[in-house]
């Protein structure tokens, strides 16, 4: 499976994809225990397969974390002292803290 290929499908269907991977792989440990394999390479390339598409999933989790936290950082920004107009609370500053 090409890494286009999994760039272009939607998370639901990375996820399905998983799935049957997962289960293909299942069976192929299962056969490969009791009889021979017709390509025993179709083990290493299924393993790849999954591990191509979790990172794909993990990617966008990441992507989606992180604009989740720069949003969430710029609401916390407005919600700051500094931000409202108010000083800080005495000894909360580096300059205070090193005047001590």
């Known amino acids: 499976m090409k890494l286009d290929e999994i760039r272009g499908m939607s998370d639901a269907d990375l996820r399905a994809r998983v799935a049957e991977l997962e289960e293909e792989r299942f069976r192929l440990r299962f056969r490969g225990a009791t009889e021979t394999l017709e390509d025993p390479l ?45 000083t800080p609370r005495r000894g909360t500053t580096k300059a205070a803290k090193a005047a001590r």
């Open 42 to 86: 179709r083990q290493r390339t299924v393993r790849r397969d999954i591990a191509r598409v979790l990172t794909v999933l993990r990617e966008r989790q990441g992507e989606q974390a992180a604009s989740k936290a720069a949003s969430a950082a710029g609401a916390s920004a407005k919600s700051s002292p500094k931000a409202a107009g108010q």
